[in-house]
C-alpha cells in the first residue's frame, strides 16, 4: 500500500481569512513575521494529507475498522517526518483534519495525530478552531496519557482494541 503525501517549503502567507469550504472569503492583509534562514527563506514547511471522505451513515463503523485507522496513521506518519534543517525539531501544528465536511471522528483523528507525531519525536500543536469543548476533552485525555505514561505502541493497542470491541 502506498501512502501519499505533498510537502512544500519556501512558502508564504498573503492574507487572513474567514469560513470554510462555500463560506471562505478574504478578511484582510497579512504580514509575514516567519523566522527566516541564512538565504532569508521562510523556515516552513506545509504538508498535505489527502482525507478519506466518510458517508453520514458510515462515519462511524467504517473509520474506527482497524485497516482505515492503520490508513490514516501510516499517512500521518509519513507526512509528519520532519525535512532537514531547523524544522526538524519544530512541532506539528494540525488540526481537525478529514473532520467537518469528511465526517472524520476529531477524537480519532486527534489521537491518531498524536500516536504519529509521538513515533517521529515531534511535539502536536492540535488546533481545534475556538471548540473549547473538544480542546478541553482532548487535553484532559493527553494528560491521562502521560500521567499513565502510555507509549505509542500502548496507544495504538488500545485504538485497536476499540475497533475491535466495535466491530459485530
Not at 133 to 158: E, I, K, M, P
Request: hydrophobic share 40%; proline share 3%; net charge positive.
Amino acid at each position: 500500500m502506498r501512502y501519499d503525501s505533498s510537502g512544500w517549503s519556501l512558502l508564504y502567507r498573503y492574507s487572513y481569512y474567514e469560513g470554510y469550504a462555500e463560506t471562505f472569503q478574504f478578511k484582510s492583509d497579512y504580514t509575514d513575521t516567519t523566522e527566516r534562514d541564512s538565504l532569508q527563506r521562510r523556515l516552513t514547511e506545509i504538508v498535505a494529507i489527502d482525507a478519506l471522505r466518510f458517508s453520514p451513515r458510515a462515519a462511524v463503523t467504517t473509520q474506527f475498522a482497524r485497516t482505515c485507522m492503520l490508513r490514516e496513521l501510516n499517512k500521518a506518519y509519513c507526512g509528519f517526518l520532519p525535512g532537514s534543517g531547523a524544522l526538524r525539531t519544530c512541532p506539528v501544528a494540525t488540526g481537525l483534519w478529514g473532520c467537518g465536511a469528511f465526517n472524520g471522528n476529531p477524537q480519532l483523528k486527534a489521537l491518531l495525530q498524536l500516536t504519529a507525531t509521538s513515533g517521529i519525536g515531534r511535539g502536536l500543536l492540535f488546533f481545534t478552531f475556538e471548540d473549547t469543548v473538544f480542546a478541553a476533552a482532548f487535553q484532559q485525555l493527553y494528560d491521562l496519557l502521560v500521567h499513565y505514561r502510555v507509549n505509542v505502541g500502548q496507544l495504538w493497542s488500545l485504538l485497536v482494541q476499540f475497533s475491535e470491541w466495535r466491530s459485530p
